[in-house]
């Protein structure tokens, strides 16, 4: 790869060694040859990647930087910025992909030469996968100058790769690194909300193949949802920031099979969907909304004679109701529209009108709950709105499907971000929506209490039309009934009696003791111990050990929250003996990993503490780290949150016996809290089951 002037911070080069923060600042102080500043400021100084990564190799602190990171680097460091890089790399990739033999031939010359070739190229390529009519504009020339050396490393790395995987890859970057600039729907939602677009079973194709077809996403972002559709004949998406609308267009290009294949030119385009439209007239098979909550600016004044407004004119601060009928104007009679909506818009008084008549002419076909943490804002259940466009002979439907997946009995896993069973709670919506949504159907819907139930409209059309589902689902026997209560009770008994036999004897007065300690830093670089911090995981990850499941001394309860084909780095497995350890909050914590948690993967905000057995017992380590003094002076303290240093915590020098002596006690101690903590749960159910069961009736008093 050639060299060029890509700069890169102290963060950048943390990532590219697998070091923290910490240790780069380190070897500013300690290492007088260590590159100096290029740019930045003083607080936040920039430096250059060449020069690093020549430094780290002659320190053998890296082997060899991982191309990818290399080439993420350069993209960060694009004179013009990591989004104009990133919508030149695409256009490449475009160009690598589709025509391989002409990119061979335009990168066999200079840089500058190749600066002036590209943009040719690259207009053909974009307009055969684009249209005429596109959002991504061809780079120039001078554009595309300082970007000749990124390119050729793109080109590299999807020879490695592949095109698609290297431009989620790094998409995927420019997302994580600016998350509160993007509104993202995360991967298991948008299957989800596609899968509930299908056409109903008799209307699918044979052998239980999908039928192709035509969709729009009128708030495209960043093409989640459109990325989700399976065979589609036709992609139509639209999305107000220009930039994003062309790394959109550029990334559902990649996506779709080359070669002039069915539903391989998707058509883009920029603007303000609700004032321009960019489709008038579309008529499509499904359309797929995350539309922007609470705008107050959608334009309520200007477009009071819109003829979309077929179900009434929506307040000025119910702009979803605006994105809703938006949907349903864009659908061919039949059609569906499956659309991400905030809670308030199922019961607020000034949308009652148009609830109502959604209802009454049978376009509103389906609401789901689903749990906190599905999708941003991540503190809020949001729904999901089915709708279905009424045919002009169809009678309107008479029923209305609720589900409600907030329970964590519905969800099959606590609800919360990064926590949720996605495959377990598309199985339970679906599985409602299948059995509901069937031509013709004359037998009744199963109703599942708490969970899902069809409601006669006419119920619902009162004073409030509200639809929140937990208003109209019946609610779940008390604990699973009587039944369930004395089982309950049963193993609080047993859990009772375990914490008696296991409740520590009686202190021991003893001398302070004063023993040699050394740091975890130093058990690390001694080789007695390997220090790792979690980054999260790439899709192939099963299970995720949570900071929340450290904290609560639960099972590894995290989903794998990556994009599918992000090429992103291997999962840190965990190990039996594993002490884990959380980065934030500066609680005296540490969990060994035992066999059942053993397999899943380390999650974000906690450290791995890998103990050489040879030299180190686990349980041992991890009743030191646990000790408040300990923890304390580790501990470095932010205006808003206490971060952990496990490099700087204490443990004893001691012989591996005595270590194993104290273990033992610890892990005692372990299992004493265990059981209080399961005794704690138990207690909580069987008074809230007893309360429940008293007020429904289903248990008796005395």
């Known amino acids: 790869m050639p060299e060029n002037s890509t700069e890169v911070t102290a963060a950048g080069i943390a990532r590219l060694a697998g070091v923290g923060r910490?240790?780069?600042?380190?070897?500013?102080?300690?290492?007088?040859?260590?590159?100096?500043?290029?740019?930045?400021?003083?607080?936040?100084?920039?430096?250059?990647?060449?020069?690093?990564?020549?430094?780290?190799?002659?320190?053998?602190?890296l082997a060899e930087i991982p191309l990818r990171e290399r080439v993420w680097q350069q993209l960060a460091g694009h004179p013009a910025g990591a989004v104009t890089g990133l919508l030149h790399a695409g256009c490449a990739l475009l160009l690598v992909r589709d025509r391989p033999t002409a990119w061979l031939e335009i990168t066999a010359v200079s840089d500058a030469r190749m600066a002036g070739v590209?943009?040719?190229?690259?207009?053909?390529?974009?307009?055969?996968?684009?249209?005429?009519?596109?959002?991504?504009?061809?780079?120039?020339?001078?554009?595309?100058?300082?970007?000749?050396?990124?390119?050729?490393?793109?080109?590299?790395?999807?020879?490695?790769?592949?095109?698609?995987?290297?431009?989620?890859?790094?998409?995927?970057?420019?997302?994580?690194?600016?998350p509160r600039q993007y509104t993202l729907t995360p991967p298991g939602l948008a299957e989800l909300m596609a899968d509930l677009a299908e056409p109903p079973r008799d209307a699918a194709g044979t052998n239980g193949r999908r039928v192709s077809r035509t969709v729009l996403d009128p708030a495209a972002g960043t093409g989640a949802l459109l990325r989700a559709v399976g065979r589609p004949t036709g992609l139509y998406a639209q999305e107000a920031d220009p930039d994003l609308a062309a790394l959109t267009a550029l990334r559902l290009a990649l996506h779709a099979p080359g070669g002039g294949a069915e539903g391989s030119t998707p058509a883009v385009r920029t603007g303000d969907t609700l004032r321009t439209d960019a489709f008038p007239g579309l008529t499509v098979d499904a359309v797929l909304?995350?539309?922007?909550?609470?705008?107050?600016?959608?334009?309520?004044?200007?477009?009071?004679?819109?003829?979309?407004?077929?179900?009434?004119?929506?307040?000025?601060?119910?702009s979803e109701l605006a994105w809703v009928q938006h949907a349903l104007a864009h659908l061919r009679e039949g059609g569906t529209a499956v659309v991400l909506m905030p809670p308030a818009a199922a019961s607020r008084r000034s949308g009652r009108r148009i609830r109502a008549d959604l209802l009454r002419r049978g376009a509103l076909r389906a609401v789901v709950a689903l749990p906190a943490g599905a999708a941003p804002p991540y503190g809020i259940p949001l729904h999901i709105w089915v709708l279905r466009k009424?045919?002009?002979?169809?009678?309107?439907?008479?029923?209305?499907?609720?589900?409600?997946?907030?329970?964590?009995?519905?969800?099959?896993?606590?609800?919360?971000?990064?926590r949720l069973d996605w495959p377990a709670l598309r199985g339970a919506v679906l599985d409602a929506w299948a059995a509901f949504d069937v031509p013709g159907r004359r037998e009744p819907v199963e109703e599942r209490p708490g969970t899902s139930r069809a409601v006669p409209v006419i119920?619902?059309?009162?004073?409030?039309?509200?639809?929140?589902?937990?208003?109209?689902?019946?609610?779940?026997?008390?604990?699973?009934g009587a039944a369930e209560l004395v089982r309950v009770r049963k193993r609080l008994d047993d859990t009772l009696k375990l914490t008696t036999r296991l409740t520590p004897p009686p202190a021991v007065p003893g001398d302070p003791a004063r023993r040699p300690?050394?740091?975890?830093?130093?058990?690390?670089?001694?080789?007695?111990?390997?220090?790792?911090?979690?980054?999260?995981?790439?899709?192939?990850?099963?299970?995720?050990?949570?900071?929340?499941?450290?904290?609560?001394?639960?099972?590894?309860?995290?989903?794998?929250?990556?994009?599918?084909?992000?090429?992103?780095?291997?999962?840190?497995?965990?190990?039996?003996?594993?002490?884990?350890?959380?980065?934030?909050?500066?609680?005296?914590?540490?969990?060994?990993?035992?066999?059942?948690?053993?397999?899943?993967?380390?999650?974000?905000?906690?450290?791995?503490?890998?103990?050489?057995?040879?030299?180190?017992?686990?349980?041992?380590?991890?009743?030191?780290?646990?000790?408040?003094?300990?923890?304390?002076?580790?501990?470095?303290?932010?205006?808003?949150?206490?971060?952990?240093?496990?490099?700087?915590?204490?443990?004893p020098r001691l012989p591996?016996?005595?270590?194993?002596?104290?273990?033992?006690?610890?892990?005692?101690l372990?299992?004493?809290?265990?059981?209080?903590?399961?005794?704690?749960?138990?207690?909580?159910?069987?008074?809230?089951?007893?309360?429940?069961?008293?007020?429904?009736?289903?248990?008796?008093?005395?």
């Not at 001078?142 to 989620?168: H, I, K, M, N």
């Not at 500066?586 to 380390?602: F, I, K, N, Y």
């Open 22 to 61: 910490a240790a780069v600042s380190n070897w500013r102080r300690r290492h007088a040859d260590f590159p100096k500043p290029v740019g930045g400021t003083e607080a936040s100084p920039s430096f250059a990647l060449a020069e690093v990564e020549e430094w780290l190799r002659d320190q053998g602190k």
């Open 118 to 178: 590209l943009p040719d190229a690259v207009d053909h390529v974009l307009a055969d996968r684009l249209g005429a009519v596109r959002a991504v504009p061809t780079p120039t020339e001078a554009a595309l100058l300082p970007s000749v050396p990124l390119l050729r490393a793109v080109a590299e790395l999807a020879a490695e790769t592949g095109a698609r995987q290297a431009f989620d890859f790094l998409f995927g970057r420019q997302l994580d690194a600016n």
């Open 289 to 318: 909304c995350h539309p922007p909550f609470n705008e107050r600016n959608w334009g309520h004044d200007e477009l009071a004679y819109d003829p979309r407004w077929e179900y009434g004119f929506p307040a000025r601060t119910e």
């Open 390 to 418: 009424p045919g002009a002979e169809q009678p309107p439907a008479p029923e209305l499907l609720v589900v409600d997946t907030a329970e964590p009995e519905s969800a099959g896993s606590p609800s919360g971000r990064d």
């Open 459 to 480: 119920e619902l059309l009162d004073d409030d039309v509200d639809l929140a589902p937990a208003r109209h689902l019946p609610p779940q026997a008390a604990g699973g």
């Open 517 to 651: 300690f050394t740091t975890v830093g130093e058990l690390a670089r001694a080789g007695a111990l390997h220090l790792r911090t979690g980054t999260g995981a790439p899709s192939g990850a099963t299970r995720v050990l949570t900071e929340h499941d450290v904290l609560g001394g639960t099972a590894p309860s995290g989903t794998a929250s990556a994009p599918p084909a992000s090429p992103e780095t291997e999962p840190l497995l965990l190990e039996q003996g594993d002490v884990v350890v959380p980065v934030l909050g500066g609680g005296s914590v540490a969990r060994v990993v035992d066999e059942a948690t053993a397999g899943a993967a380390l999650g974000r905000n906690l450290q791995l503490l890998r103990p050489d057995p040879a030299a180190l017992d686990p349980w041992f380590l991890a009743g030191f780290l646990r000790a408040t003094a300990n923890s304390r002076q580790a501990s470095s303290y932010a205006s808003t949150a206490t971060r952990l240093d496990a490099r700087r915590l204490q443990v």
């Open 656 to 668: 591996l016996a005595e270590q194993r002596a104290y273990g033992e006690q610890f892990k005692a």
């Open 670 to 702: 372990a299992d004493f809290e265990d059981a209080l903590r399961t005794a704690g749960r138990l207690g909580g159910q069987l008074v809230q089951g007893m309360y429940d069961g008293l007020t429904e009736g289903t248990v008796a008093p005395g």
